[in-house]
């Protein structure tokens, strides 16, 4: 059967479609996935801030949501592996372990998850040790994460909270910081972990430069855009700061109080130089 040129018009109008309509699909796949990456990480970051409450068990649900959509996510394998473990489910536990191990055999949670006591009671230690870190009883605190976690807390808020009360104790603060250090190296994609080290780093003055410029590269952060803010504001007295408040000052032209601060510095770095 021979075809006539109608029949080619049409097969060409069809072809031209297909060539036409395939990078508007493959653009409507894409956005469909990272639509999914997002809602998963906003899933996620919901579970760490209820598990860090000691809620293991609303944790656990979500964890278990985000698994039905993306069966061999590691974050999500991890959490539902740790909250198992917290509300003293061994079974579910051990076998999300070993689907993560499967995963990916080096993930860094797997050694603190097998790590952490199988109590039913772990998850309402948690809530005590936040309880007691957020009245100031830092020591008490870190008893207790101590014996959930070791000296190897699992990623996620958790570890933001174990290293955030342990910088609080009297002998705690290089731990701390070594522990926030590693944990901005095993997760370089996540911005939790360099606002928390620059916050710490600007507690001591020795450490707060560096704090500041972490900070600095955070300020669409509005955590770490208050916690550089005032650590210019202690930074201020030190001659040296003068270019770091006039580079604030590019960004924040209104803040009259780093200005005011800016001109005494300036004052004095003139008065130190005449003389």
């Keep these: 059967m021979r075809l006539g040129w109608r029949d080619w018009k049409a097969m ?17 796949r894409s956005s469909n996935a990272a639509s999914a990456e997002a809602a998963r990480a906003a899933l996620a970051a919901k579970a760490q801030n209820l598990e860090a409450r000691g809620r293991a068990d609303l944790a656990l649900q979500i964890w278990q949501q985000i698994l039905l959509s993306a069966p061999n996510n590691a974050e999500a394998l991890a959490g539902l592996a740790r909250d198992a473990k ?17 995963v990916n055999p080096r993930d860094p949670n797997i050694a603190s998850i097998e790590a952490m006591p199988a109590a039913a009671g772990s998850a309402n230690e948690l809530q005590r040790a936040g309880e007691l870190a ?4 830092n ?22 909270a174990y290293y955030q ?13 070594a522990g926030m250090r ?20 600007t507690y001591d003055q020795r450490t707060r430069a560096e704090g500041i410029r972490i900070l600095r590269a955070h300020q669409s952060d509005p955590e770490a855009a208050a916690a550089y803010r005032q650590a210019l504001m202690w930074n ?9 408040l006039r580079n604030y000052l590019k960004a ?24």
């Design 12 to 28: 060409l109008l069809l072809a031209g479609c297909l060539t036409f309509a395939a990078p508007g699909m493959h653009a409507q």
């Design 86 to 102: 917290l509300t003293g489910n061994a079974e579910q536990s051990d076998q999300a372990l070993a689907h993560l191990r499967r």
């Design 134 to 137: 957020k009245e100031g009883r």
């Design 139 to 160: 020591d008490e605190a870190m008893r207790i994460y101590r014996g959930l976690y070791g000296d190897h807390p699992p990623d996620g808020n958790i570890a933001l």
């Design 165 to 177: 009360t342990l910088y609080g104790t009297a002998s705690g603060k290089q731990e701390a910081i």
């Design 182 to 201: 590693a944990l901005v190296g095993r997760n370089p994609g996540d911005p939790r972990y360099p606002v928390q080290l620059g916050i710490m780093l």
């Design 236 to 244: 201020s007295a030190n001659p040296a700061s003068a270019a770091e």
């Design 252 to 275: 924040h032209p209104q803040d009259k109080e780093i200005a005011g601060n800016l001109k005494r510095n300036e004052a004095n770095l003139a008065r130190m130089n005449s003389g």
